[in-house]
C-alpha cells in the first residue's frame, strides 16, 4: 500500500495562467521513497489510481492558521461550531472556508485551519475523478520539520515569486508570495522569525545562490530541500483540510465496487435459505406420510382399539403381551433377564455378590456385596454376559444395570 505526496503550487502561481507543475513522490508505508518527480496535476491519474492515499500539501500562501480558544466540544459540535469561532478572524463568510482544527492544549486553544472552499473543491474533486480512494489536505507549513527553539521555512520558486512557509512552533505557521528577489527574501525570513535560530529549505540549485547571501545574515541555515522532512511531519501535522470536502464521489465509487460482490452475496444467500425451506417442506411431508401409513397399520390390526400413544409403541406393547399370554417370555423380562444372569454368574468363582435384585424398566439393576468383585472378575462377567446378547453397565459403584444389547439406559 503506498501514499502519494504532491506539493501543489500556491494559487497566485495558478492564477496567472501558466501550466502548473507539481513535485510528487510516492511512499511506501514503511516510509520508503518509491518514486519522486514534477509533473502536471493532470498527468499524474495512474499514479492517483494506484496509490490508497494521496496527500495534498497545500501552498503555505493559501492556508491561514489561526489560534482560536474553544470551549470543551465533542467533535462533532466543534466542528459546528467553528464558522462562529472564526467569524471575526475572517474576511468574507467562514461558510465559503473549509476548516480544520487540531487538538486543544491545556489552555483550550487549537490550531484552525482556514482555506477558500471552492478552490480546495476543484482540487480535490480532479483527484477523485482521477480515481484517487482517499484525499488529504494539509498546510504546507505544518509539512515543515518542527524543531524546539527555532523556526523552520522552506522557499519554492514559481511563477509569482517565491512561495514561502514557515513553522513557527508545534501548531503555528504562515505562508506568503514573496518577490523572486533572493537576498529581500532571505532578509524577510529573518525578520519574521524574530530572534529565534531560522533553518531554510531551499532546492540545490538555489542553494548555490542564495549560500554567499545568507552568510551575510545571522542565525540563518541553509539545508538542501528533500521529501524526507515534508513526508515525516506532513503524517504528523494532525490537520485534514479535505474532510468533507468533494468527497461524494469516492464514496459512490467506493460503494460501486462492492455493489455486484453484495448483490452476489444476497443471490446466494436467497439460494440457501430457498433450498432449506425447500428440503424442511420436503421431509414435513415424508414425515406425515410415514405417520400415516404406521396409523392405518395399526388400524387394520387392531380395528377396535383406540390409539392413545404412537402407533408404533402401542403396536409394540400390544405384541409384547400377546407374547406373554401366549406364554413365549420377552427378552427384555424379569425372568428370562434374571436366568440369563444366573447363567453368568457361573463364570465367577464366588456366586454370593448379589445385595438386591431389582427390575425396572425392562433392565436388572443389580446392588452387589462390598468388596465381593474387583474389576477383572467384573469384566469376566461382562463378557459372559455379552454371549448371551445382554450388557452390563455401572451407573453407580457397586450397582450393576442389565439389559439387552441395544436397549441403552432409561430414564
Known sequence: MTTLFIRYPAKASIDSGAAQSCPFALVGDGGNLLQQGTAPLGNLGAMVASARRVTLLLAASDVTLLRVKTPPLSATKLKAALPALVEEHVLGDPADCALAAGPADDDGMRTVAVVQRAWLEVLVKALVAQGAHAVTAVPSQLSLPFQPGAVSAALVPGDAG???????????????????????????????????????????????????LAAEIAHLTLEEDHWAHWIAAARGAGL?????????????????????????GVLALLVNVVGVNVEWLRLKAEAKAV?????????????????????????????RLAKANSGEAGGDEFVTLSAAFGEALGVLPRKDIIATLDYKDHALLVKLKPNTVDAAAAQTLRQSLAGRKLEMQEPSPGTWRIAPVGAGAKS
Do not use: C
Not at 525578520?191 to 548555490?208: D, F, I, M
Not at 468533494?246 to 465496487?257: E, F, N, P, T
Not at 400415516?292 to 409394540?316: G, I, N, W
Open 240 to 264: 485534514n483540510l479535505a474532510q468533507g470536502v468533494g468527497d461524494s464521489g469516492a464514496a459512490a465509487r467506493a460503494w460501486q465496487r462492492w455493489r455486484w460482490p453484495l448483490r452476489i
Open 162 to 212: 517565491y512561495d514561502l512557509a514557515m513553522r513557527q512552533s508545534q501548531s503555528e505557521g504562515l505562508g506568503m508570495t514573496l518577490p523572486a528577489q533572493p537576498q529581500a527574501a532571505l532578509h524577510t525570513v529573518r525578520v519574521l522569525a524574530g530572534e529565534q535560530p531560522v533553518t531554510l529549505y531551499v532546492s540545490a540549485a538555489q542553494k548555490a545562490q542564495f549560500a554567499p
Open 291 to 319: 405417520n400415516r401409513a404406521m396409523l392405518q397399520t395399526f388400524k387394520s390390526v387392531y380395528p377396535s382399539e383406540p390409539l392413545v400413544v404412537a402407533p408404533q409403541d402401542q403396536m409394540s406393547r400390544n405384541i
